[in-house]
């Protein structure tokens, strides 16, 4: 590669700058960025964040510059390297659980340590006993053991009842013979596995005198504690390229009769007597909700983060291409110069991209915020509510890359709150990856370049669409709890909460029919997404009870009923949030005001999107309809979009944390693409012979100069 | 990384074996699968792959058990050798142009080659006087020149008519000065550019005195035809990675004061007079609808075929998985027991997921296919009586990356093709990509690994929805194509085509209403979607030249016209293709029940998916979309599912094509993935130090074992 000339470093863009352009749009709006973001996350979360920042960036380590070019294999030593040292940081500065999570998304990508410091050590904790967490829980926690949580295995996906690893018991020398009968037994997926962890937790059937008892949690060390070389019986390794993730480890295992001690057997719930060689029993079979719930409530309240830095990223960008391409568009055309008027669309889509496809994402990241920390909310004030009468958590049965989903009964008050996070979970969720690729479209072809930021985002995520309950497979979980609320309801022994409200005052009006006046009264906006969950619950009864059909004709019906309740859930909150007094001392009307159009903006352009269940449950008309689309959405594009640069500014991103070119907050987005395709790339570092007559492929390799350093 | 242990390779998979159940699977259905793949590609075509195919599996080089893992720099070395090879190869054998692209299609990767042998070579060709054959074009056929096409810049995508870079005619010398004034100006995205070319038809705004010309084509050289450094005033090199294409070099290219001989601008429809220092005007300012219209008519006859390969993959995956899963399920579930119907509902999820989800996708493979094939036969057809009145192509205005779409006037038979072309060229490569991530979805975790093939197949493909004529932008020449139609119709000046009937039957019934049995027949399934697309097109109208609403404003309607007007199109292509007579010689009776079958599908489907176009135009009613999906399409998808196998079959994808673990055609999926994690992996190759207080990364280093063997 030769060096940049002087004359190319003398280069602009063509004016306007970009910075120019961003600062003339900020100006555009009166929001006050910070007030916005200190209400969204508080004061306090965002100095964590500043004070993390500053010493991340001091770390020659979590330098991102070469995070695009790598390839698998350096992408995981760079990635080790970083675990290594933001544990060193973490005992150094005496980081606090959320220190350590806020600096992990800072870095943005899943670490080798990512299954150690969160499965293995939640399992050890909730399922050791006091003996086993000092000989277990304790080394794990000073990084002397490194493990991780292995359950999911080659030929069995999330059912846990199918796992064909086995564990049987050893009544001669009191052990545990752990087995991988078939191919289809490896382990796999197992997060922090391939190549880091010296110990995992094992889910193997357990079987005591030829009997089976079903799956349970074996401590197994699997790599020498000096060497890291894999012990005898145990083959280990990592599962290969994915999609994305590729930074993490996620790995396989097979055990061949693999012996372990009695006390690696997990035994806090259910043990084999060492004694009597019988099992016994779990002191607590239920598995309560709570744990569950919280985890998908963390994945709402993210996903609107997620979706956040695709949206900023899209936002920040349209903002400095838009009025770039402007100078080009003639004042008028005329429809006849077929050229002109090709440029004069070119100019229209840019709009149309962002005001139709961005805007209403932009709505919906926030609406997934507030619907996220109302369910953290209601969580909470439940958890404190039920602590002394319910059984403490079992276990977090769930696992990178494929999670199981496991019901028990539990209170009927906590059971709506699982139900519902359920739902938003798949919705949540699948709205943020959808969300992130159409972000990606929208920036036209440098939307493909990894420098956007927004594609290895999209691939790192996906897989949250599948862990912690696969989106699929929740909403009939949802579907299940509406209609036995329904049939409750029906039957008149009903819990009182708001699903069996909405029903209640369904099948009071159902004869009189609906008057929602959406488009003037936002409470009647809600109230027709309510009425339309309502209809689909009982209709899917119907389906159901009355005319018999099977479930598995059902799946579509439960898919589309759980995705219109998660719907009406998401718009109750967002105007639940907004509905609050503490609203008026924290933000001035302006931003009040801006955050109810999002707010309609996301409500409207669903019930547009949804238009013929809308129409056929006759929760509103034809032309109400008709009018939203042409009317109000049109308008509250138009209204919102001057504030649009500023309402993503208040997601509070740092650059370092975007790594991207065309979501720079300073608008300098052709300098920086230029800068990382000329200075940063390695494949520039290579001179080749391009004849195909000659054997030779590469004249000059210069390559090695661009490596990471580390 | 330790060598297999013996004990690991006795390991089956837990019984049954995927190839017995594959091998049971295609037993049940009594389609002929050669048959049916002559029929689809004819004899001649599927010889054709065999033969090449043969030659190239014999090559080292062509080898694909590194693709996955190798990073960016390495995946290019090997792309750089393969298109050597290939070339060299094409020479030995004397493939002709459709032998050389079947080699290309088998090894799906686009390689450094990729630009220079289409879009240079057809510049050249088509724009280069004789004169300039003899200097450029034929030691570019000779692969002394290696070229590429530099359109796109970085502040530009598809807006021609912005370019920044200028070429200034100096008549002092005689020459013109090429040159980038900005930034901006940076040509970017170009295919082949980045390390490989040694020339590049470069497009730059003529000036003359002072004066702007527009965007014309130059050849300029860019490096040393030895050293293939770049020449001085030439600033090139690779735009770094990208979501997927990274086996290409995308380049950018700044040029400072670069000066070209008088030669080297394309003179073939304009030039610069060298004695009177004058513009000499096109011969043929006009550009053909013809080139564009046959690389668009590729483009949906690919993307069946594109579509088709991750269809091939998911249905083979399912059919192992989900018998294997079927093993677990008990014959009954009660819906008490929550975990046994648990597994019960994992066990319906996958048929629910194939069913629901990928035989509609396999019916649009055919649907894309069949209309592709119709459209190149239109195309030939209209081709043959044109040619003598027609001026012959200009130049094809297309670029990887971001195509411009440049319109003219032309004949009103080929407008009808062209603008057809537009739409179908959106909504089959929309349908493909969107296609391959269901597909890849629907085989839950496993989809996420790279070894399932269609991750990396997905991301390739993605720029196609972008050049050619981005797929939005192309919906508004359909749309306005259609308005014309329209307003030709009530004025009753219109040509006599397909588009003009429909429109005329559409008014002539208009006060009757519609009564289209879509579920009895299937003409009267087609008369609906034209039904459909006239409604939407009169609606259209309605709102453009009565209630003169902007074409902003319009945007969204136009995006929704195209599809419905593209989907007719294809609904119709498929059903015209079925009455043929000429089936009943080729195919047996069983085998074209199956693809009416298809055909039903996948207009029902679109239908149902569509529902609230459907009946708010009137074209069926609300009850008929009710009984469509849960009468016909679920009765449809029970029918076809028996044959789903053959019928991916029939496809005729080589094993070594597909690489894919998921895919294999003989089942064995686990065994598979295992080996590629367990053999084939560079990472395993890394023993590491797993402790966060050590600074050691790596305790051994063998990942050059892996290596791809150059």
Redesign the interface.
């Known amino acids: 590669?030769?060096p940049?000339?002087q004359?190319?470093k003398d280069?602009?863009?063509?004016p306007p700058q970009g910075t120019e352009l961003l600062s003339a749009e900020r100006d555009k709006s009166k929001i006050s960025v910070e007030q916005l973001s200190n209400f969204l996350f508080t004061k306090e979360v965002l100095e964590r964040q500043d004070r993390v920042l500053e010493i991340l960036q001091k770390e020659k380590v979590f330098d991102k510059s070469q995070n695009?070019?790598?390839?698998?294999?350096?992408k995981?030593?760079t990635a080790?390297?970083r675990?290594?040292r933001l544990?060193?940081l973490q005992v150094q500065h005496k980081w606090d659980r959320d220190d350590y999570i806020t600096a992990n998304d800072l870095i943005s990508e899943p670490g080798?340590?990512g299954l150690h410091a969160s499965m293995y050590l939640t399992t050890l904790e909730g399922q050791g006993t006091p003996e086993q967490h000092k000989k277990f829980l304790e080394p794990a926690q000073n990084?002397?053991h490194?493990g991780c949580y292995a359950q999911?295995e080659?030929?069995h996906?999330?059912?846990v009842?199918?796992l064909?690893t086995t564990a049987t018991w050893n009544p001669q020398d009191k052990t545990f013979i752990l087995h991988?009968?078939?191919?289809?037994?490896?382990k796999w997926?197992i997060g922090s596995l391939?190549?880091?962890?010296?110990h995992a937790v094992v889910m193997a059937q357990l079987i005591i005198d030829g009997k089976p008892y079903g799956p349970h949690p074996f401590v197994c060390q699997i790599r020498d504690m000096k060497?890291?070389?894999?012990l005898e019986g145990v083959?280990v390794?990592?599962?290969?390229?994915?999609?994305?993730?590729n930074t993490m480890?996620n790995g396989?295992l097979?055990l061949?009769k693999l012996k372990i001690p009695h006390i690696n057997m997990l035994a806090k719930f259910s043990r084999v007597d060492p004694e009597t060689n019988k099992y016994v029993k779990p002191s607590s079979p239920s598995l309560i909700y709570g744990t569950l719930t919280w985890v998908r409530s963390t994945i709402v309240l993210q996903s609107g983060g997620v979706l956040a830095r695709g949206v900023t990223i899209a936002t920040r960008y349209a903002a400095v291409r838009r009025q770039?391409?402007d100078r080009?568009a003639p004042s008028d055309?005329n429809g006849e110069n077929?050229?002109l008027n090709?440029?004069?669309?070119?100019f229209?889509?840019a709009?149309?991209?962002f005001d139709?496809i961005v805007l209403p994402l932009l709505a919906a990241t926030f609406a997934l915020h507030f619907t996220g920390k109302a369910m953290m909310g209601l969580y909470q004030e439940n958890q404190k509510t039920m602590n002394a009468n319910t059984a403490k958590t079992a276990k977090v049965s769930s696992n990178r890359?494929?999670g199981p989903?496991?019901?028990?009964s539990g209170s009927d008050l906590l059971a709506d709150l699982h139900a519902t996070s359920c739902g938003l979970k798949a919705l949540g969720s699948t709205t943020a990856a959808e969300g992130l690729e159409v972000c990606?479209?929208a920036m036209?072809?440098?939307g493909?370049?990894?420098?956007s930021g927004v594609?290895s985002w999209y691939a790192d995520y996906?897989?949250t669409?599948?862990w912690e309950g696969?989106n699929?497979?929740l909403t009939?979980q949802v579907a299940r709890y509406l209609l036995k609320s329904a049939r409750g309801v029906l039957q008149g022994n009903a819990p009182n909460n708001d699903t069996t409200k909405i029903f209640t005052i369904f099948l009071q009006k159902q004869d009189m029919g609906a008057a929602h006046d959406v488009l003037g009264s936002d409470s009647d906006l809600v109230a027709a997404f309510a009425w339309r969950t309502s209809f689909l619950t009982f209709e899917a009864l119907k389906h159901r009870d009355v005319e018999k059909n099977s479930?598995?004709?059902l799946?579509?019906d439960f898919w589309r009923l759980s995705t219109a309740h998660s719907q009406y859930l998401v718009v109750k909150n967002f105007y639940d949030a907004l509905q609050n007094e503490s609203l008026r001392y924290e933000l001035d009307p302006a931003t009040i005001d801006v955050l109810h159009k999002l707010f309609r903006l996301y409500a409207l352009n669903t019930l547009e999107k949804e238009?013929?269940e809308f129409?056929?449950s006759a929760a509103v008309t034809?032309r109400q309809i008709q009018l939203a689309?042409t009317k109000s959405v049109?308008k509250l594009l138009e209204e919102i979009r001057p504030h649009a640069l500023k309402l993503v500014d208040a997601w509070h991103f740092p650059d370092w944390q975007l790594d991207s070119s065309l979501g720079r907050k300073d608008g300098k987005v052709?300098?920086d693409?230029?800068y990382?395709?000329?200075e940063?790339?390695?494949?520039?570092g290579?001179?080749?012979?391009?004849?195909?007559?000659?054997?030779v492929?590469?004249?000059r390799d210069e390559?090695a100069k661009f490596k990471s350093k580390?």
Chains 1, 2 share one sequence.
């Open positions: 590669m030769s940049t000339p004359w190319v280069l602009k863009p063509a695009y070019f790598d390839g698998r294999v350096d995981f030593k080790l390297a675990a290594k544990r060193q080798p340590y990084y002397k490194i999911t080659l030929g996906g999330s059912n009842r199918g064909e991988s009968p078939q191919l289809t037994a490896s997926w391939g190549r880091t962890a010296n060497t890291h070389e894999p083959h390794g990592d599962i290969g390229p994915k999609f994305g993730y480890d396989f097979l061949n770039f391409q080009d055309a077929q050229v090709y440029t004069m669309v070119q229209r889509l709009n149309a991209d139709d890359g494929a989903e496991e019901i028990s990606r479209r036209g072809g440098h493909y370049s990894s420098f594609g996906l897989p669409t599948t696969d699929y497979m009939q479930w598995n004709s799946l579509v238009a013929s129409y056929s034809v689309r049109m052709y300098e693409m230029f990382r395709a000329s940063l790339n390695p494949l520039n290579l001179t080749i012979d391009p004849y195909p007559d000659s054997d492929l590469v004249k390559t580390l």
